[in-house]
T-cell receptor, first 115, second 114 residues
Framework: AQKITQTQPGMFVQEKEAVTLDCTYD???????LFWYKQPSSGEMIFLIYQGSYDEQNATEGRYSLNFQKARKSANLVISASQLGDSAMYFC????????????FGQGTRLTINP | NAGVMQNPRHLVRRRGQEARLRCSPM?????VYWYRQLPEEGLKFMVY????????ESGMPKERFSAEFPKEGPSILRIQQVVRGDSAAYFCASSPAIGVFEQYFGPGTRLTVT
């Protein structure tokens, strides 16, 4: 079974600083995908970034990058130059590449950006 | 290109009533996933459907819950005889095909059982 662990219930960061949100995972699958989603207070789920287990380079999308360390089974999200609008819940998730590809989510980290 | 649509956005039901949640996937998407989010928790997978087929319902409670994705029309998540513990946000996500990993989420339906 797959499992995602996010150990930071909440984080407070000053605007314009970089922030790293931790995510570790557990799976017996060789082929899998890792995702980060943002959930603002309005409630919708916004896709941020995806990393495949066989991708050799870390994924990047604008100010978001995923620090993928396969041996440590970690997939931390790095947000550079944080903005007030980054305040939200952030969820790490994973899916197998075979079969149903349902997403398994972590408990989330509530990020607050202070002006 | 319209995104994933869910309605209603908010639904209030009394204990014992039925709740019907609708999800229209993105155009061209034939795979639908339903997830439930309890307050202050992450999303939990419920069921995965393709047109006219339930592929994986391992996260669905055995009683009172059912889901369908007919050939025509939206996917429906149906909860019979709702109880207070069913109060949650229910999200639908769609993807175009197996092998495409990104799932696009709808805005969710917030169900409140009084």
């Amino acid at each position: 079974a797959q499992k995602i662990t996010q150990t930071q219930p909440g984080m407070f960061v000053q605007e314009k600083e970089a922030v790293t949100l931790d995510c570790t995972y557990d799976t017996s699958d060789q082929s899998y995908g890792l995702f980060w989603y943002k959930q603002p207070s309005s409630g919708e789920m916004i896709f941020l970034i995806y990393q495949g287990s066989y991708d050799e380079q870390n994924a990047t999308e604008g100010r978001y990058s995923l620090n993928f360390q396969k041996a440590r089974k970690s997939a931390n999200l790095v947000i550079s130059a944080s903005q007030l609008g980054d305040s939200a819940m952030y969820f790490c998730a994973m899916s197998a590449r075979q079969g149903a590809q349902k997403l398994v989510f972590g408990q989330g980290t509530r990020l607050t950006i202070n002006p | 290109n319209a995104g994933v649509m869910q309605n209603p956005r908010h639904l209030v039901r009394r204990r014992g009533q039925e709740a019907r949640l609708r999800c229209s996937p993105m155009k061209g998407h034939s795979h639908v996933y339903w997830y439930r989010q309890l307050p202050e928790e992450g999303l939990k997978f419920m069921v995965y459907l393709q047109k006219e087929n339930i592929i994986d319902e391992s996260g669905m409670p055995k009683e009172r819950f059912s889901a369908e994705f007919p050939k025509e029309g939206p996917s429906i998540l149906r909860i019979q005889q709702v109880v207070r513990g069913d109060s949650a946000a229910y999200f639908c996500a769609s993807s175009p095909a197996i092998g495409v990993f990104e799932q696009y989420f709808g805005p969710g339906t917030r169900l409140t059982v009084t």
